[in-house]
């Protein structure tokens, strides 16, 4: 089931206090960027974040979910109504991010 455009207008609203988000739609589904690298994305109408080591330290007791069939599992954002929590999360995401691939 692809996610809803509400629903990712309804995160993008949660994030919007943070700079350079962006997003891509892939399939039915959206890419989250956070200057301009993959932070997570939004599935079938879930958040998920990448599980790097800060994320899983911020949300121990989040649950490990698949996007999609094949993918490895992502970590489930349930409190992202939070903003400041979202601020803290994605700021210490970013280091452990991979840089954005060059485009050819």
């Known amino acids: 089931m692809p996610s809803s455009k509400q629903y990712l207008e309804y995160v993008l609203e949660q994030l919007s206090h943070l700079d350079e988000i962006s997003y891509r ?3 039915g589904e959206y890419i989250i960027y956070y200057r301009a690298k993959i ?3 939004i599935y079938d109408d879930r958040f998920l974040v990448k599980p790097v080591k800060s994320a899983v330290s911020m949300m ?3 649950s ?4 999609y069939k094949g ?6 954002v349930e409190d992202f109504e939070n903003k400041a929590f979202l601020s ?3 700021e210490a995401m970013y280091d452990e991010l991979p840089a954005p691939r060059k485009r050819k």
């Open 71 to 76: 993918a490895k599992e992502m970590i489930l």
């Open 64 to 67: 490990m979910e698949l996007p």
């Open 39 to 41: 932070v997570g994305g």
């Open 88 to 90: 803290e999360l994605f």
């Open 25 to 27: 739609a892939m399939m």
């Open 60 to 62: 121990p007791d989040a």
